[in-house]
């Protein structure tokens, strides 16, 4: 398919709605042409004194439509791009028959549009805003709404002396087929872990040298990765003995570990972590169905689940978070919702909705949906999802999406009150400084007072971890005086 742009570069959002519609399509982007023939997507803009006029013209199999429009008043260009993808969308919607509830808003993050519109605007206005401009539905926009409203609280709870630490162990006993993150197989790369843990402690211990140089305080604590229990009681033993030493924890008020797959849990393991200051655990099922366990390659059963969930009950944790993906290849609607309920029999604190993504690093690359059934399939998912959630206490706390995600669909945090996990809100609307140690790990620096980010990158994959290890010094002192310069008078 071809995207035509005529006397302007709005190529990131088309593109990214066009793809909303057609997720596998190959968009080939030609500029400032004439051509128009076969199969193709024009948008061109005319300037004029304080005008831009806008024309988008669609082209494909038996469909042919055009619209345009003259937009005048401040920010012309962001106006005129605006203007254009809602006609595009209006075609599309016409010419697919689907409706997309996010409207044209394609980010990753749709809170911080509200965020950033309430700046200057009234609540009311903000709503408008999202339904008008960007044609999201009400359900969406209540979300919305109602995230914020959760996350507001516990952003203002935070100020810049405070940080977070995340811990990566990007080691998984197998790799799901939909899995597009930095992950390797335990099997894989086993010999390498025991020196791994040692060259991870080492880099929070001079996480916490400097942090502790510039006076910032451990706020949360979260070890993700991968699945960090594929570690032994004894490694996970020496990362929280290593935290312990290192950091002031006075002010600490959270520290999660994703124990993740049921197939990696024991008594030891969990009875470590419990021992330690762990907090919240994830056991996470993604499904109770069985045959779609067997088809993403998990190594384990429903019935696991059910059992790890009874070992971590009884050696007393009361905050539990399991993850479900909307999507799966062979799950239906009716065992998509068996999968909720069964969540909320076991009475998980915490019930993260996951929309599946189809990344091209996952296995799970395309799927034949000419007649738009997985994504109908997933939007049912996602909708009875959250009734059942909402209708049993649980509040709507952190949300994002991730590119190519089915139907342009979103991921959401759900938790029991009370049980709000505070690093997933300081992650997403980025707010508070990170430091991130392991594989893979991005530190991430936020200057709250002139709304300045700025990130350092560890080394992605662990052998290059180990290697070059001694050059994380130097990325950690370019971390360290980039919070030293924001400190100065």
């Known amino acids: 398919m071809k995207l035509i742009l005529n006397g302007n570069d709005y190529h990131y959002a088309l593109e990214q709605l066009i793809r909303v519609f057609f997720p596998d399509v190959k968009l080939k982007k030609i500029y400032d042409s004439p051509?128009?023939?076969?199969?193709?997507?024009?948008?061109?803009?005319?300037c004029r004194a304080n005008t831009i006029q806008v024309q988008v013209k669609m082209c494909l199999s038996d469909y042919q439509n055009e619209a345009k429009?003259?937009?005048?008043?401040e920010n012309l260009y962001k106006a005129a791009e605006l203007r254009a993808a809602?006609?595009?969308?209006?075609?599309?919607?016409?010419?697919?028959?689907?409706?997309?509830?996010w409207g044209i808003q394609t980010g990753v993050r749709p809170s911080k549009i509200f965020f950033n519109l309430l700046r200057n605007n009234s609540e009311a206005q903000a709503v408008k805003y999202l339904k008008e401009q960007l044609l999201i539905s009400d359900s969406k926009t209540d979300l919305i709404q109602t995230v914020c409203h959760n996350e507001q609280?516990?952003?203002?709870?935070?100020?810049?002396?405070?940080?977070?630490?995340?811990?990566?162990?990007?080691?998984c006993p197998s790799r799901c087929a939909y899995c597009s993150f930095i992950s390797h197989s335990y099997e894989s790369i086993k010999k390498l872990i025991p020196e791994y843990v040692k060259k991870l402690c080492l880099e929070i211990k001079e996480i916490a040298r400097h942090t502790n140089s510039v006076g910032l305080h451990l706020r949360t604590v979260y070890i993700g990765g991968g699945t960090p229990t594929v570690l032994s009681a004894e490694q996970l033993n020496m990362i929280f003995d290593e935290i312990t030493s290192d950091f002031d924890l006075t002010y600490l008020t959270e520290c999660t570990v994703e124990a993740g797959r049921p197939d990696t849990l024991s008594e030891e393991k969990l009875r470590v972590l419990k021992n330690n200051l762990v907090t919240r655990i994830t056991i996470n099922a993604q499904s109770f169905n069985d045959e779609v366990l067997?088809?993403?390659?998990?190594n384990h059963t429903s019935e696991h689940i059910f059992k790890a969930y009874d070992i971590a009950r009884n050696i007393g944790f009361d905050n539990i978070n399991t993850d479900l993906i909307a999507g799966l290849e062979g799950e239906s609607i009716?065992?998509?919702i068996d999968s909720v309920q069964s969540a909320v029999s076991l009475g998980a604190e915490n019930i993260t909705i996951h929309t599946l993504a189809l990344k091209r690093s996952s296995f799970l690359i395309t799927r034949d949906d000419k007649k738009g059934k997985i994504v109908a399939d997933t939007v049912k998912m996602i909708d009875e999802a959250n009734k059942i959630l909402n209708d049993n206490g649980y509040i709507p706390y952190y949300m994002y999406r991730q590119s190519k995600s089915v139907g342009n669909?979103?991921?959401?945090?759900?938790?029991?009150p009370g049980h709000i996990c505070e690093y997933n809100i300081f992650m997403m609307e980025e707010v508070q400084n990170v430091f991130g140690a392991g594989a893979g790990a991005v530190t991430r620096l936020v200057n709250q007072k002139k709304g300045e980010i700025e990130r350092v990158y560890n080394f992605k994959y662990p052998f290059e971890y180990l290697t070059d290890f001694d050059k994380m010094k130097s990325r950690k002192e370019k971390a360290i005086n980039i919070i030293k310069n924001w400190q100065k008078p």
């Open 86 to 101: 809602q006609l595009l969308y209006r075609m599309l919607v016409e010419y697919t028959g689907y409706t997309p509830q």
């Open 334 to 336: 009716a065992s998509f």
């Open 35 to 46: 051509l128009t023939e076969g199969e193709f997507i024009l948008c061109e803009s005319v």
């Open 153 to 171: 609280n516990v952003m203002d709870s935070t100020d810049d002396t405070q940080f977070s630490l995340y811990v990566s162990i990007p080691f």
């Open 294 to 298: 067997t088809r993403i390659g998990r």
């Open 409 to 416: 669909l979103e991921n959401t945090g759900w938790a029991k």
């Open 69 to 73: 429009d003259e937009i005048s008043g």
